[in-house]
């Protein structure tokens, strides 16, 4: 079984020179081999590598080599084994771990922030439209003889809206005849507006005139919606108002004109 010596090389620097501090080992017997023991020294920020020989089995104690370069002052440097890189390794690693702390650090601290200016608006606006341009409303005969014919009605038109108003501001839809429309002779046209939730609020049945009357009050911000039957209903319905008024084929086209405003 070879023996070995397990007495660590232990080397402190001085000013101005470099003392080696070996533990004795014991004589051993013939045949033995040589062993090289390696130590690496600090100097100016690098590293030196110096060498002496231990005695293995077989051999006769061999005088150790003083070291004769200059290091710095009270740095101990640590036993290395064969090739000399167990402490080389381990100060590589410490160098790194601060390394990495150090970056890492960076990374977590380095902050910068900007600022943007962002100027905002809302604009003041009122939109109104109806979901189909002409309705149509006819009399017909009565289903018996002697009967008076019925009235005409249509509700498949909707009027729809967007707004956006003031603080304590609401709007209003109002209907009339335009310049030169009126019903058929002996008749009349009412008009009833039935608006969604939030859309604002009926004003009821009207008699379509020549004056501009609501049909929906208390609009605020809103918007009714675009689908075939969003917004206020409106409900028109042509009324006989005398029999002996009315005339045969009678036809014409008279226009109602909506006007969303504020109230």
């Known amino acids: 079984m070879d023996a070995k010596s397990d007495f660590p090389l232990l ?6 020179s470099a003392a080696v501090i070996i533990p004795p080992h014991p004589p051993l017997a ?24 231990l005695q293995t089995e077989g051999q ?16 101990n440097i640590p036993p290395f084994s064969k090739g000399g890189s167990g402490g080389i390794r381990s100060h590589k690693a410490v160098l790194i771990g601060v390394l990495s702390a150090f970056i ?9 922030t900007a600022n943007t200016a962002v100027s905002v608006s809302i604009a003041s606006f009122c939109l109104v439209a109806v979901t189909s341009s002409s309705i149509s409303l006819t009399i017909t005969n009565p289903a018996t003889p002697g009967g008076v014919p019925s009235n005409a009605n249509s509700s498949s038109t909707y009027a729809q809206y967007s707004s956006t108003v003031a603080s304590g501001v609401t709007r209003r839809v109002t209907a009339v005849w335009a310049t030169g429309n009126s019903a058929p002779t002996g008749c009349e046209l009412r008009l009833t507006a039935t ?7 009926s004003a009821g049945q009207i ?4 004056t501009a009357q609501n049909i929906v009050t208390g609009i605020g911000g809103c918007a009714t919606g675009t689908g075939a039957t969003s917004g206020a209903q409106l409900g ?7 029999m002996t008024s009315l005339v045969a084929n009678e036809s014409k086209s008279a226009t109602i004109t909506l006007t969303l405003t504020d109230s």
């Open 11 to 16: 080397l402190r620097a001085t000013e101005g």
């Open 30 to 53: 013939k045949g033995g081999k040589w062993k090289e023991r390696h130590s690496s020294l600090r100097k100016g920020g690098k590293w030196e590598e110096r060498h002496s020989s």
């Open 60 to 75: 006769e104690e061999r005088n150790i080599p003083p070291f004769t370069k200059r290091v710095q002052v009270g740095r």
């Open 104 to 112: 890492l650090t960076g990374q977590v601290r380095s902050a910068t």
């Open 195 to 201: 608006p969604g939730t939030g859309q604002g609020t």
């Open 207 to 210: 008699l379509v005139s020549t």
């Open 236 to 242: 028109y319905a042509l009324n006989i108002l005398t």
